[in-house]
């Protein structure tokens, strides 16, 4: 796990080189086939070299969510068991994860009429309005969501009119799924910021500069039923190409508000690990951070038992 540039993908297949594991994408974008660059994705032939499962795995214009990937990646897991390998699950997308060693609450459906009143709302006051809301009702759930994550506050905020609890409440109510299973959860903890929003801004520059645009341009032309709102142009960066290309921003604001969204994504990222339990922080920005990884997936590799999810066993 880690923040959005941080060498995830990297050490993951550094790791499957050298140990019995096999790799399943955590990544809430790469998911959808055809988001390659704004994904980044690692290219072809890492991906034929060291296969991801669960990448590439929907088109754009189905919806994914959280609870379909939790049933994709048991079912994933399970074969991977099968075959006496290990799960390694890598990506930045910590809600996945804590839905799958959580569960899934049983939320409430949206409620149409609810959210056009809190986008007529946000259109009013604005979405740090609405967020300053979202703090009185929910303080817990406010805490990690940034001002402008308009998805994620009228979420919050439709939970909380619909049930009268805070959605944070309903989470907790998650039923533990892997409490018992051995797991190993290291967390790529960049020691400097500057330098990750460094790495950030010089990716997206090199995202535009390898073919963003156009990337979505064929989207746009491959599926027709593709629209700006759905999960998968919603995604750092989609966001912000699909607005560009509806004539809202220019190339400048392009650039500027895509770093700008990318570096709020890896602080919630980071929001998100600090409080997670039994975490092994690694520091990209060491000399040693490689070899520790390597020592503590090793130690773990030697007291597995890939056969399944029983007591001792990854």
């Known amino acids: 796990m880690g923040p959005t540039a941080s060498g995830k993908t990297a050490l993951a297949c550094h790791l499957a080189q050298h140990f019995p594991v096999e790799l399943i994408n955590v990544d809430s974008a790469s998911v959808y086939r055809g988001l390659d660059i704004g994904a980044a994705k690692p290219d072809w032939a890492t991906r034929q070299r060291f296969p991801h499962h669960l990448m590439d795995w929907v088109d754009p214009d189905d919806p994914y969510s959280a609870a379909r990937f939790v049933a994709d990646a048991e079912a994933v897991m399970q074969g991977i ?3 006496g390998k290990i799960p390694l699950l890598v990506g930045g997308t ?3 994860f804590r839905a799958l060693e959580e569960g899934l609450s049983s939320l409430p459906q949206a409620d149409a009429e609810l959210r056009q009143r809190l986008e007529a709302a946000a259109e009013r006051d604005g979405w740090p309005a609405l967020h300053a809301r979202l703090v009185q009702v929910d303080p817990d759930t406010a805490a990690r969501l940034a001002p402008l994550d308009r998805q994620r506050i009228q979420r919050a905020l439709e939970v909380w009119h619909l049930t009268g609890r805070p959605l944070s409440a309903w989470h907790r109510e998650g039923k533990v799924r892997m409490a ?25 520059a ?3 500069a390898d073919g963003l645009v156009e990337e979505v341009l064929t989207l746009r032309r491959t599926y027709p039923r593709l629209r700006g709102e759905l999960p998968s142009m919603r995604a750092v960066g989609y966001r912000q190409v699909w607005q560009y290309l509806d004539g809202l921003i220019d190339a400048n604001a392009l650039r500027d508000q895509g770093t700008a969204a ?12 600090r409080g997670w339990p039994r975490l092994v922080m690694l520091d990209p920005d060491r000399d040693d951070w490689r070899d520790s990884a390597w020592r503590d997936v090793e130690d773990f ?3 597995a038992d890939a056969s399944g999810f029983d007591a001792g066993s990854p």
């Open 180 to 204: 018992q299973a051995r797991t190993l959860t290291l967390g790529l903890m960049p020691g400097s910021r500057a330098a990750l929003h460094e790495r950030i801004a010089a990716r997206f």
């Open 206 to 208: 090199q995202m535009l």
């Open 262 to 273: 990318t570096r709020q994504l890896a602080r919630r990222q980071l929001t998100w690990l």
């Open 81 to 83: 068991r099968a075959r």
């Open 94 to 96: 910590p809600l996945y």
């Open 301 to 303: 590799c030697a007291g």
